[in-house]
C-alpha cells in the first residue's frame, strides 16, 4: 500500500508558480477559473510516460489503466486529486473506439504522464498543498518536500510580450463553412443524421519574442475558464481555454457529464445581455440540440452503468462565461460493478456534444469535411489512484507545435448542426466561440 504525505504553504498564484516551469516537457497546470472553481493543480516531473501514435497497435484505454496501477487508497481530507495520470486525448482516439480510418494529425493520439507529486491551489482557502506519493511514510513526505520547493524555483527573466502573440492569425473561407454547414443540413433533411458538429480553423504562427506560456498567461487574465490548462509537450504545446467538462467520476463511482449545445455572445449592455441569455433558454432548436446530446450521453453512459442508474438531472441550464451564454445539461450515472475509468472513456470517447447523432456516422461526416482535429474536441483528463476522474472537452483549445522557424498555432471552433440550421447564424457562433482566442492572440495589450 502506497502513503500519501500532504504539506501546506501560503497561497501563491498557481500561473507564477508554473513560470519557472513552462518550457519543461510534461509540465502541466488544471486551473480553476469562473463558477466558483475551486481547485487548480501544477503537475511535473513525471516517473513515467506513454505516447501512443496511430501506427502503435497498443490498446490505449488498456495502456492506461496499466500506468494507473492497483487503486489505491486518498486523504478523505485533501483534494479530489491526490496523484496519477493526466492524460492528453487527440479527437482521433475515436478511431480506436470505432474503426473509421480517420486521416490523422501530427498529434499521438494518446499522451499520458503518471505524476508521484503535485501542487494542489485552494482557492477557497486560500492555501497551497504539496501532495507526495510513495512505497513508506518517509519517500511521501520527501516527494512533498520536493513539490513545496518548487513554489520558490527562480523564475528566469522574461518579458511578456506587449504586442500581438500572433499577429497573422487567419480563417479558413467563411464561404467554405457555410458550404459545408449547407451541405449537412442536406444531408440531415435526407435522413442520414440528426446533428454534426462542424468546425473551421484559424492558423497562424507566434511572433518570435512568445511562446505557448503567453497565450496561457493572457487568456486566464482576460477570461478565465473552469477547465483552463497548460501541457507542455516535447516540442508541442495545449493551451485550453474550455467551459465544458466531458466526465467526471468519484471515487465511489458515482458518473457526471454536462455536454454544452446551445449558444448566445455576451453583450457589453446588461439589459441586451440578459435578453439573450433569455433567447438562448427560450430556443426550441437550441434545446432540441443540446437533448439529442443529452440522450446520446445517456446511451454511452449505458454502457458501463447498471440498467436504471443513468438520469439527466438538470436539463437546459443557462451557464454564462466572459464571452457567450451556454446552454448546459447535467447527465449522471454510476459505474457497473468491476468497470473502471478505462471502460467508461473507451465507452464515450469522443465526447458526443462534439461529434453528433448518431454518433458513429456523424463522425464520417465530419472526417469528410474537416482536416483531422488534434487535440481539438479531445480530451484532457486527471486519473488519481482511487479511481477518480475529471476531464473535459477540448473546445476554445490552441494547439501548438514546434518548427524550425517557431510555433505554429492551430484554433478551431464549431457549431451544432441541425435541420433548421442556418449558414451564416452557424458561422457567426463559431466566430463568437472563438473570439476570447482570437484576441488573445492578436490584440496588443493595454
Not at 171 to 199: C, H, K, M
Not at 338 to 345: P, Q, W
Request: aromatic share 6%; charged share 25%.
Amino acid at each position: 500500500m502506497r502513503r500519501v504525505a500532504i504539506l501546506t504553504a501560503p497561497w501563491r498564484e498557481p500561473v507564477w508558480a508554473l513560470a519557472p516551469f513552462r518550457d519543461e516537457p510534461y509540465a502541466c497546470a488544471m486551473m480553476s477559473g469562473g463558477q466558483g472553481g475551486r481547485w487548480s493543480y501544477l503537475l511535473r516531473a513525471p516517473d513515467q510516460t506513454l505516447s501512443l501514435t496511430a501506427a502503435d497497435k497498443t490498446d490505449p484505454f488498456a495502456a492506461l489503466a496499466d500506468l494507473l496501477g492497483p487503486r489505491q487508497l486518498t486523504d478523505p481530507e485533501g483534494p479530489p486529486f491526490q496523484g496519477g495520470v493526466v492524460g492528453l486525448a487527440a479527437y482521433e482516439l475515436g478511431d480506436r473506439v470505432e474503426a473509421l480510418g480517420l486521416q490523422r494529425s501530427d498529434w499521438p493520439d494518446l499522451v499520458c504522464a503518471r505524476y508521484p507529486a503535485l501542487l494542489a491551489f485552494d482557492h477557497h482557502a486560500r492555501q497551497v498543498l504539496a501532495i507526495g506519493r510513495g512505497a513508506s511514510e518517509g519517500e511521501a513526505d520527501a516527494r512533498a518536500r520536493a513539490a513545496l520547493a518548487w513554489l520558490d524555483a527562480p523564475a528566469a527573466p522574461r518579458a511578456q510580450p506587449d504586442g500581438p502573440l500572433c499577429p497573422d492569425l487567419a480563417a479558413d473561407d467563411p464561404a467554405t463553412y457555410e458550404a459545408a454547414v449547407a451541405e449537412v443540413v442536406e444531408r440531415i433533411l435526407s435522413g442520414e443524421i440528426f446533428q454534426a458538429n462542424i468546425a473551421r480553423a484559424w492558423t497562424g504562427r507566434l511572433s518570435p519574442d512568445a511562446d505557448p506560456f503567453d497565450l496561457f498567461m493572457r487568456l486566464r487574465g482576460q477570461s478565465p475558464a473552469p477547465f483552463s490548462a497548460y501541457l507542455r509537450l516535447p516540442g508541442r504545446a495545449v493551451v485550453s481555454n474550455s467551459p465544458e467538462r466531458f466526465l467526471k467520476v468519484q471515487s465511489d463511482g458515482a458518473i457526471e457529464t454536462k455536454p454544452i449545445k446551445g449558444t448566445r455572445p455576451r453583450d457589453r449592455d446588461p439589459a441586451r445581455d440578459l435578453a439573450l441569455a433569455a433567447e438562448l433558454l427560450a430556443s426550441e432548436k437550441d434545446r432540441a440540440e443540446n437533448l439529442m446530446i443529452v440522450d446520446l450521453m445517456r446511451n454511452d453512459l449505458a454502457r458501463v452503468s447498471p440498467p436504471g442508474s443513468v438520469r439527466a438531472q438538470d436539463l437546459f441550464r443557462i451557464e454564462s462565461f466572459a464571452n457567450v451564454h451556454h446552454l448546459v445539461s447535467t447527465v449522471t450515472a454510476r459505474l457497473a460493478q468491476g468497470r473502471g475509468v478505462a471502460d467508461l472513456l473507451r465507452a464515450s470517447f469522443p465526447p458526443g456534444s462534439i461529434t453528433g447523432a448518431p454518433k458513429v456516422q456523424a463522425m464520417k461526416v465530419i472526417a469528410g469535411l474537416e482536416t483531422p482535429r488534434g487535440p481539438y474536441c479531445g480530451s484532457l483528463f486527471w486519473v488519481g489512484h482511487d479511481g477518480a476522474l475529471d476531464s473535459s472537452v477540448l473546445i476554445r483549445t490552441v494547439a501548438l507545435v514546434e518548427d524550425g522557424d517557431g510555433w505554429r498555432v492551430e484554433a478551431r471552433a464549431g457549431a451544432g448542426i441541425v435541420a433548421d440550421s442556418d449558414p451564416r447564424a452557424e458561422r457567426l457562433e463559431a466566430e463568437a466561440k472563438i473570439a476570447a482566442i482570437r484576441r488573445a492572440l492578436t490584440e496588443s495589450l493595454g
